[in-house]
T-cell receptor, first 112, second 114 residues
Framework: DAMVIQNPRYQVTQFGKPVTLSCSQT?????MYWYQQKSSQAPKLLFH???????NEADTPDNFQSRRPNTSFCFLDIRSPGLGDAAMYLCATSRDYVYEQYFGPGTRLTVT | GENVEQHPSTLSVQEGDSAVIKCTYS??????FPWYKQELGKGPQLIIDIRSNVGEKKDQRIAVTLNKTAKHFSLHITETQPEDSAVYFCAASIRSTGGFKTIFGAGTRLFVKA
């Protein structure tokens, strides 16, 4: 049974057109993460929530924002996608810090 | 800054042989070291992890060793099978603003030839 679900699996958007990616979890984990992964590279942390507390990485562009309305759901908003934002976006959860992260299948974003 | 280096970037072995992937980390306060396997088109999946109070951990064909003094840890896969072919990431947890975060190595693409 899927534990971390990401929708959509594939998203095509136009340059500058806002896009929202969604993530849901059935694990009731405290921590939810968003990573950006470009081809043949390691996942790069954008930000995470510990419960309702939002923690942004210093080098995450302002163009990227996130919302966590409840324990189960977390959203990644890209306000004005550029060509360089084309990537796989991975959502992950963990019950607490310093524990296994459970990754979703990812959303592949294409910017035209 | 915090860094995890991983070698080799590509590894090709014959089925049945062993594969070893090595990582070093920079933050001496790191205390959790997971290894993730990522298959094409999928998210990473944990295969084994080790905490800093343990020097070695084994799970069937997979083992991880940790040398805290030297700040390096290694993944060992024995009796490799074609289904082991994937990208493997080592990682280390570090204290960060707001809590902890995981720093990933650059990944090793493992090919197991039948």
């Amino acid at each position: 049974d899927a534990m971390v679900i990401q929708n959509p699996r594939y998203q095509v958007t136009q340059f500058g057109k806002p896009v929202t990616l969604s993530c849901s979890q059935t694990l009731n984990h405290n921590v939810m993460y968003w990573y950006q992964q470009k081809s043949s590279q390691a996942p790069k942390l954008l930000f995470h929530y510990y419960d309702k507390d939002f923690n942004n990485e210093a080098d995450t562009p302002d163009n990227f924002q996130s919302r966590r309305p409840n324990t189960s759901f977390c959203f990644l908003d890209i306000r004005s996608p550029g060509l360089g934002d084309a990537a796989m976006y991975l959502c992950a959860t963990s019950r607490d810090y310093v524990y296994e992260q459970y990754f979703g299948p990812g959303t592949r974003l294409t910017v035209t | 800054g915090e860094n995890v280096e991983q070698h080799p970037s590509t590894l090709s072995v014959q089925e049945g042989d062993s594969a070893v992937i090595k990582c070093t980390y920079s933050d001496s306060a790191s205390n959790y070291f997971p290894w993730y396997k990522q298959e094409l088109g999928k998210g990473p999946q944990l295969i084994i992890d080790i905490r800093s109070n343990v020097g070695e951990k084994k799970d069937q064909r997979i083992a991880v060793t940790l040398n805290k003094t030297a700040k390096h840890f290694s993944l060992h896969i024995t009796e490799t099978q074609p289904e082991d072919s994937a990208v493997y990431f080592c990682a280390a947890s570090i204290r960060s603003t707001g809590g902890f975060k995981t720093i990933f190595g650059a990944g090793t693409r493992l090919f197991v030839k039948a």
